[in-house]
């Protein structure tokens, strides 16, 4: 099995919601999928077949490890998930400091600088959040049929604006921005449900991340990774967030693969660091 600096890393991210995978190679996505589950004989299934298919040692895990078996745990390399969230958006988004969003089932706020992450905060407002309102409400649970209704729908139809209130603005907020979520409702039609149910994770988590990328001075490298952060819809609204919060988001290439490529990225960060203590790069 190769065991060099240039071999391929295996990066494992064990999410909430189901797990995801990357192999990458001097720094390069060479592959990523996702399987829709979390038990230990479905992830160690998958884990066992790239360890034949790639011949490697480097096994890295983000994620939840808890009841992980005993061979997998000795194989791998455990990255803070803070540490994967952070170099995964930075790397993505080629950006050497940021604020990088993940949303996933819920949302983390991360502020990478000088390879290092900090944890700034975060909610537990995000795609789960998407998921089961919207099995409530519009009977449905399949993200990508929630987005195509959303984006055919109006959220002003259930939320309460500031027009309604008989303002043509309040501060910095203008008169079709939203004073109250869910609070005017004037259509039960599912498209504008879901819609609401979109703008309100969107809104949510876009003037969180605005405050927290104002309070390091980064407000122009907002960096959204997740799954969530794919949907056309929520983006709308995270730029319109940033418009009234005068903050700029980033939405690079692949973010749903932001924190298992991150893992990876940070081993071999790690692993050149400690080759060349000196900082000077490995050839």
């Known amino acids: 099995m190769a065991n060099t600096l240039n071999a391929p890393i295996i990066g494992i991210d064990r999410g909430a919601s189901c797990t995801d995978f990357a192999v990458i190679e001097s ?8 399987i829709e589950n979390r038990d230990w004989q479905s992830i160690r299934t998958v884990y066992e077949r790239l360890i034949s298919k790639y011949q490697t040692r480097h096994i890295v895990f983000s994620g939840s490890a808890a009841g992980m078996p005993g061979a997998m745990k000795k194989a791998s390399t455990i990255i ?5 969230i ?4 930075a790397v993505l988004s080629d950006c050497n400091e940021c604020v990088v969003v993940s949303m996933g089932t819920g949302s983390a706020i991360v502020h990478f600088a000088n390879n290092s992450a900090e944890h700034l905060g975060g909610s537990g407002i995000g795609g789960g959040t998407i998921k089961g309102l919207s099995t409530l409400i519009c009977g449905l649970d399949n993200p990508s049929q929630i987005e195509a209704l959303a984006l055919k729908g109006d959220a002003a139809k259930l939320n309460l604006t500031i027009s309604d209130l008989g303002y043509e603005q309040i501060s910095f907020l203008g008169a079709d921005m939203t004073a109250s979520n869910f609070a005017d409702l004037k259509s039960q039609k599912i498209e504008d449900q879901a819609a609401a149910i979109l703008d309100l994770v969107g809104e949510t988590v876009g003037i969180i991340a605005s405050i927290c990328a104002r309070s390091v001075n980064c407000r122009d490298r907002i960096v959204m990774v997740g799954k969530v952060a794919q949907n056309q819809f929520i983006r709308q609204v995270l730029n319109l967030v940033g418009k009234l919060y005068q903050t700029s988001f980033i939405f690079p290439e692949n973010p749903g693969y932001a924190t298992v490529y991150g893992a990876a990225v940070k081993y071999r960060h790690d ?13």
Do not use: T, V, W, Y
């Open 86 to 89: 952070g170099f995964g958006g």
């Open 271 to 283: 692993m050149l660091k400690n080759k060349n203590p000196s900082g000077r790069s490995a050839q």
């Open 27 to 34: 720094d390069a996505l060479i592959e990523i999928f996702s």
């Open 80 to 84: 803070a998930e803070i540490d994967a």
